[in-house]
């Protein structure tokens, strides 16, 4: 009976440890639906995904590209993270209205703001269009060909797809290139911002509690999108109304338990679940520390500046706040990968792999790919490296070297594309750049180029660093660089564009930055580049082979498409985890917590007086439970970077959480997904009303959605 029950929870167990997983919607009926009913889903898996009937699918967008956003009224609310407004929150601000400071709250349609070049996409239907991508790849030999087959093929195929005038269609590549999928997608192009809360609240614990559990921070933020009289898109236009969306979520506040169904519908951006152990040794060895060498510098010089100068911190929030969160990522990756011996375990899958297709007797077509990887990834080292401190060091961490990248590449575009092409480029710099210029400050730029340019000179591979960057004096170069480059201004940028290809090309050759840049980007696309995407392209070609493999000689395993920034839903349960040896964590957190974290004053720590005021009046209207007020939770549901605004929605459909990042140690989930600790966190949905209906009065606001109690 002992011996039953202990089998028993060890079936449990390893039933939950099946999960993980972003799988495509259009597909969950097959594949998952089953499953996610098992772990309690009320509702099917047509009510999230159905070509032909309004559902979940319609109530979430990708946000700008690289976020995910969820419609929370029928008049077009959006809801997403203040981390994915930032910018946004932080461009309608100055240092006497700041809106990151204080919070910004719309009291009515007028009040709304509006930020051109902000777009929310929808998708509309899911088509599998593998066998057209493919068709004539058949016979072609080398890669380059089919590669170019492929893409004329989509380019074809998403042109001439049947979808209304107003509709957009791309092609995705899933499983690395063995299946592709058509999205016929609607962009809105009128989305105006209607709320955020203070950072104090928005991004409390800053950098030091970004990527850690427990967590404390109220990371959203309301724009709402804006249709044209037919409901359809429009690019903005003050006639333009709210826009009706076909569907949106339901607010459940009546809150959740410990090992509750839930799921995250979203846009991941990027994972790589199967690459092979050798792959994952030089991102632990070679560029992960790399990257981290190079940002960790960066944010030393910025850091020192924003602490002593308020109009720098709003120059610089975003930039740092972006620079740090990848930063930081990379060293929990590293650290996870380590502790969950991920080299270890993929090396063990290798070996099996290798048996059952010699037992499939598979050899001739599958028997290679791993010592082809071995191969590969052992020449392709120093140029990975290479690119990585030329990318880190030039285009990434340094806007001086950012802005004469771009000026170096006009030279390249009248090479290759002529006069007109390198006119309108050279027009669209002069007008593009003053939003870079208003958040630029010559002297912090100055002092990271310092610290950079000298890693640059001695940690890059030395073959392809320039001779003219071998052995430098870093502050002296950087002074004089500093002192006479026409690029520290936008003025000065806009002389030094001024004139035909001619006069441009030989002012460009007298800029310090830009000659500086050139004499580094030469060498690279010279040297690195081409030898890199050789390498690389090998490397694909591999990977998609035994992508197949993996398919094919595991049939029954749950194998899903690494993220692409395609929509996607992953599911799991509430629940905590244990960090270390003889400490649990429990999964959700509560206003106790944000003020036991208190730091008076502090730029990360401090608390508005509001918030206090309401948590010593212990004012929390419907959100509290059992008198507490639920701030974040974790859940086993696998997300990743792009995540960030997806909802978290509960068994039966309804709006619980905002989601926006995952636990340190858990943060390598994006290689290798480990069910023990890998968790995602969440903005409780209560937190957010509460702040919207409590702290900013905005009444008005809740009063659009539709609040239901879950468990009637
Ligand atoms: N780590 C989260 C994500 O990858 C949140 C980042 C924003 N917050 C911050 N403190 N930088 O996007
Ligand atoms: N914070 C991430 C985002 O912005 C989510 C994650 O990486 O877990 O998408």
């Known amino acids: 009976m002992k011996f039953l029950r202990l089998f028993l929870l060890l079936f449990v167990i390893s039933t939950q440890a099946q999960q993980g997983g972003m799988w495509v919607p259009s597909l969950l009926k097959g594949m998952n639906e ?87 996409t929808f998708v509309i239907k899911i088509e599998d269009v593998t066998t057209q ?89 309301l724009f709402r999108v804006y249709a044209d ?5 429009a690019k903005y236009s003050k006639d333009n109304i709210p826009y009706t969306p076909k569907h949106f979520l339901p607010i459940a506040i009546d809150g ?3 090992d509750d169904f839930t799921m995250v519908v979203g846009y991941p951006g990027r994972t790589q679940e199967y690459l092979p152990a050798v792959a994952i040794e030089q991102i632990l060895n070679d560029l992960n520390p790399a990257k981290i060498e190079v940002r960790d510098a960066a944010l030393k010089v910025v850091d020192g500046f924003m602490r002593k100068d308020q109009a720098i911190k709003i120059q610089y929030a975003s930039k740092y706040a972006s620079i740090a969160n990848y930063y930081k990522k990379w060293i929990g990756e590293s650290k996870g990968l380590k502790k969950s011996n991920a080299v270890a375990v993929k090396k063990a899958e290798e070996k099996e792999f290798l048996q059952k297709v010699k037992k499939a007797k598979k050899q001739a077509e599958y028997g290679n790919i791993l010592s082809d990887f071995d191969k590969t ?40 594309k002529g006069e007109q092409s390198f006119n309108d480029r050279k027009q669209n710099l002069m007008d593009g750049m003053g939003a870079f210029y208003k958040n630029f400050n010559k002297t912090v730029d100055e002092k990271v180029f310092e610290q ?44 030094l564009l001024t004139g035909d290809s001619k006069t441009v090309l030989a002012k460009m050759k007298n800029d310090p930055a830009v000659a500086l840049v050139k004499a580094a980007a030469d060498k690279y696309f010279a040297e690195v580049a081409p030898k890199f995407e050789e390498l690389d392209l090998k490397n694909i070609a591999t990977q998609r082979t035994y992508m197949k493999a993996l398919l094919e000689m595991n049939p029954k395993a749950r194998i899903f498409p690494d993220a692409n920034s395609t929509l996607r839903v992953t599911y799991g349960k509430v629940q905590g985890y ?13 206003l106790e917590g944000v003020m036991e974290k208190y730091v008076p004053g502090d730029y990360e720590f401090d608390v508005p007086a509001k918030l206090i005021d309401l948590y010593n009046m212990k004012d929390y209207g419907p959100y509290a439970e059992n008198g507490k007020l639920p701030i974040n939770f974790i859940a086993t549901n696998h997300t990743t970077g792009g995540n960030s605004g997806s909802p978290a929605i509960d068994a039966r459909g309804n709006l619980i959480g905002l989601n926006f990042d995952r636990v340190w140690e858990g943060t390598m989930s994006d290689i290798y997904y480990d069910p023990a600790i890998c968790r995602n966190i969440m903005v409780d949905i209560r937190y957010v009303l509460f702040i919207i209906d409590k702290y900013a009065n905005a009444k008005h606001l809740i009063n659009e959605m539709k609040i239901v109690k879950a468990k009637k």
């Open 452 to 495: 950079l340019i000298a890693i640059y000179s001695t940690q890059s591979p030395k073959q392809f660093v320039p001779a003219s960057l071998q052995n430098i004096n870093a502050s002296e170069l950087s002074k004089s660089v500093y002192a006479n480059t026409k690029l520290g201004s936008y003025e000065g940028l806009k002389e």
């Open 377 to 416: 990834y052992a020449e392709i080292a120093p140029y990975a490296l290479s690119r990585d401190y030329f990318t880190e060091v030039f285009l990434r961490n340094i806007g001086l070297t950012e802005t004469a990248f771009k000026v170096y590449q006009l030279e390249r575009i009248l090479a290759d």
């Open 256 to 258: 959740f338990k410990k």
């Open 578 to 590: 244990e960090p270390a040896d003889a400490v649990y964590y429990e999964p959700v957190t509560y």
């Open 34 to 120: 089953a499953e996610m009913k098992s772990l309690g889903m009320k509702i099917s898996a047509s009510d999230i995904y159905d070509a032909n009937k309004p559902g979940i699918k319609d109530a979430v967008p990708h946000f700008n590209g690289g976020c995910t956003a969820e419609m929370i009224s029928p008049k077009g609310l959006l809801l997403t993270n203040h981390h994915c407004g930032y910018s946004q929150i932080q461009s309608h601000s100055s240092v006497e209205n700041d809106y990151l400071e204080q919070g910004f709250w719309a009291m009515s349609l007028e009040e709304e703001l509006p930020n051109p070049g902000v777009d929310v």
């Open 229 to 233: 009289k037919n409901n359809r898109p």
């Open 133 to 221: 991508v493919l068709a004539g790849t058949e016979n072609l030999t080398t890669e380059a060909e089919k590669q170019k087959k492929i893409e004329n093929n989509i380019s074809i195929l998403s042109r001439d797809f049947p979808k209304e005038k107003w509709q957009g269609a791309k092609i995705k590549n899933f499983f690395d290139g063995n299946q592709y999928l058509l999205f016929v997608t609607e962009t809105f192009d009128d989305v105006r911002l209607v709320g955020a809360p203070p950072t104090s609240i928005g991004k409390f614990g800053s950098d030091t509690d970004n990527w850690v559990w427990p967590r404390h921070t109220g990371d959203f933020s």
